[in-house]
């Protein structure tokens, strides 16, 4: 037997292997995971925010400031962190990231127990998603920021993020009034493409964010458009809806947050 | 949230690429077909989230195998298919792959499997597929050439096996 026979029969032995998964699924699938990575949400299970895409420069203007990731390791290539939204009252990066460690959210972590924590600007693109975040780690190493791929939160960060928080808070609690007005409860809380576009305009247009662009995306499933992704780079808001098994967390004051991957 | 015409340009490559990019994982993850599935799937929503970049590389389909072959299955994944998986395992229970080749595939060594599929299955060049796994070249060369031996010794044994 040659090579090249030996080559032909490898070839032939997987002629009838196809693979099926339309591009559909996938684009979805990667979508799922994109907002699983960014998701900041409402207060109520039904309605959620989600901020997406990143900025190219780390300065405090530029950076991310709709979400702020949680690590479960010193290390912004592990998969398993959370997320929480800024709050308008100016908390610090660590002290989100401290609920849900308080919470016992956090895989390794103790309820009650908060290790020491340190923030910093993600300034790689090894997940494909954080370049631009703040990041928060389970370390007081001290040099911990000025590792490759990281670098020290620039002051002023907690500022720029209020103004943006209060926006998102604000449209958490106008969607939710809106879906549950709509939806005729709170447990049936809804709202159309139609109605999500108006009250997330509106809510924009009252932070001074009027020109940004509101869509509903094409791949939303179900009736209910109660969930909004902000993509500051593009200065978009992508109206969706919630994915079914989505899961909640709820922290300090009744926000809630999206905790890591496998809680 | 990509243009639509990204959009586009992303579902042909996944439609020219899917089937020999599963192909060339299910060899290299040693016929585990689930396990191929997840990797492949997953590999290409990575892909597809940074299509922009991707668009332009040199070679894409390499990125993707790259992925799909170095991954850790996420956890979440590992979960749904442990509930999927509950009754006995059985890897390649619904592929159309001859028992026989699979069981001299899983005798090859790791490194010996995803040589063979990128060079056999995805017809990369030994320069593509040692760029694609991060060796040289000579390791290419040197491992193709003992699989192919291996697996040329494995076939000559079973047909001698099926005549006596």
């Given at each position: 037997?040659?090579?090249?026979?030996?080559?032909?029969?490898?070839?032939?032995?997987?002629?009838?292997?196809?693979?099926?998964?339309?591009?559909?699924?996938?684009?979805?699938?990667?979508?799922?995971?994109?907002?699983?990575?960014?998701?900041?949400?409402?207060?109520?299970?039904?309605?959620?925010?989600?901020?997406?895409?990143?900025?190219?420069?780390?300065?405090?203007?530029?950076?991310?400031?709709?979400?702020?990731?949680?690590?479960?390791?010193?290390?912004?290539?592990?998969?398993?962190?959370?997320?929480?939204?800024?709050?308008?009252?100016?908390?610090?990066?660590?002290?989100?990231?401290?609920?849900?460690?308080?919470?016992?959210?956090?895989?390794?972590?103790?309820?009650?127990?908060?290790?020491?924590?340190?923030?910093?600007?993600?300034?790689?693109?090894?997940?494909?998603?954080?370049?631009?975040?703040?990041?928060?780690?389970?370390?007081?190493?001290?040099?911990?920021?000025?590792?490759?791929?990281?670098?020290?939160?620039?002051?002023?960060?907690?500022?720029?993020?209020?103004?943006?928080?209060?926006?998102?808070?604000?449209?958490?609690?106008?969607?939710?009034?809106?879906?549950?007005?709509?939806?005729?409860?709170?447990?049936?809380?809804?709202?159309?493409?139609?109605?999500?576009?108006?009250?997330?305009?509106?809510?924009?247009?009252?932070?001074?964010?009027?020109d940004w662009t509101v869509r509903v995306a094409a791949d939303s499933e179900g009736p209910c458009r109660t969930e909004?992704?902000?993509?500051?780079?593009?200065?978009?808001?992508?109206?969706?809806?919630?994915?079914?098994?989505?899961?909640?967390?709820?922290?300090?004051?009744?926000?809630?947050?999206?905790?890591?991957?496998?809680? | 949230?990509?243009?639509?015409?990204?959009?586009?340009?992303?579902?042909?490559?996944?439609?020219?690429?899917?089937?020999?990019?599963?192909?060339?994982?299910?060899?290299?993850?040693?016929?585990?077909?689930?396990?191929?599935?997840?990797?492949?799937?997953?590999?290409?929503?990575?892909?597809?989230?940074?299509?922009?970049?991707?668009?332009?590389?040199?070679?894409?389909?390499?990125?993707?195998?790259?992925?799909?072959?170095?991954?850790?299955?996420?956890?979440?994944?590992?979960?749904?298919?442990?509930?999927?998986?509950?009754?006995?395992?059985?890897?390649?229970?619904?592929?159309?792959?001859?028992?026989?080749?699979?069981?001299?595939?899983?005798?090859?060594?790791?490194?010996?499997?995803?040589?063979?599929?990128?060079?056999?299955?995805?017809?990369?060049?030994?320069?593509?597929?040692?760029?694609?796994?991060?060796?040289?070249?000579?390791?290419?060369?040197?491992?193709?050439?003992?699989?192919?031996?291996?697996?040329?010794?494995?076939?000559?044994?079973?047909?001698?096996?099926?005549?006596?």
């Amino acid at each position: 037997m040659t090579i090249e026979l030996a080559e032909g029969d490898i070839r032939d032995a997987f002629k009838n292997v196809t693979f099926e998964t339309p591009v559909s699924k996938i684009i979805s699938g990667a979508r799922r995971r994109q907002r699983r990575q960014h998701r900041v949400l409402g207060t109520i299970p039904a309605i959620g925010f989600v901020a997406a895409g990143g900025a190219a420069l780390m300065t405090a203007d530029d950076l991310q400031i709709a979400s702020v990731v949680c690590y479960d390791k010193g290390d912004p290539n592990d998969p398993n962190q959370g997320q929480v939204n800024p709050t308008s009252t100016g908390q610090t990066p660590e002290s989100l990231c401290a609920e849900l460690w308080e919470g016992g959210y956090m895989r390794g972590g103790t309820r009650g127990v908060v290790p020491p924590l340190t923030a910093c600007v993600i300034t790689h693109n090894a997940t494909g998603m954080f370049r631009g975040n703040v990041g928060v780690f389970p370390t007081d190493e001290e040099d911990l920021c000025s590792t490759p791929g990281l670098q020290p939160l620039p002051e002023g960060y907690v500022n720029r993020a209020m103004p943006f928080a209060k926006m998102m808070e604000d449209a958490g609690a106008t969607i939710r009034e809106a879906a549950v007005r709509e939806g005729g409860s709170e447990k049936g809380a809804c709202l159309t493409g139609d109605s999500a576009m108006r009250v997330v305009t509106e809510v924009l247009r009252r932070h001074g964010y009027g020109d940004w662009t509101v869509r509903v995306a094409a791949d939303s499933e179900g009736p209910c458009r109660t969930e909004v992704w902000f993509e500051p780079q593009d200065r978009e808001a992508m109206i969706t809806s919630t994915d079914p098994g989505t899961k909640f967390l709820t922290i300090n004051g009744g926000r809630t947050a999206s905790p890591p991957e496998d809680w | 949230m990509k243009k639509p015409a990204r959009v586009d340009e992303f579902a042909a490559f996944y439609e020219a690429t899917k089937t020999p990019v599963f192909r060339a994982v299910l060899l290299a993850r040693a016929g585990e077909q689930h396990a191929a599935e997840d990797a492949v799937a997953e590999a290409y929503e990575k892909a597809f989230l940074r299509w922009d970049k991707l668009a332009d590389h040199p070679n894409p389909t390499a990125w993707v195998i790259r992925a799909a072959i170095n991954q850790r299955i996420s956890t979440w994944r590992r979960h749904r298919r442990v509930v999927a998986d509950s009754g006995a395992i059985s890897p390649m229970d619904d592929a159309a792959l001859d028992p026989a080749l699979v069981q001299l595939i899983r005798q090859l060594p790791k490194g010996q499997r995803e040589v063979l599929a990128l060079r056999v299955l995805l017809d990369f060049s030994t320069e593509q597929t040692a760029e694609a796994l991060g060796v040289k070249q000579g390791t290419v060369k040197k491992q193709l050439h003992r699989a192919l031996h291996a697996l040329r010794l494995h076939l000559v044994t079973h047909e001698e096996e099926a005549w006596q």
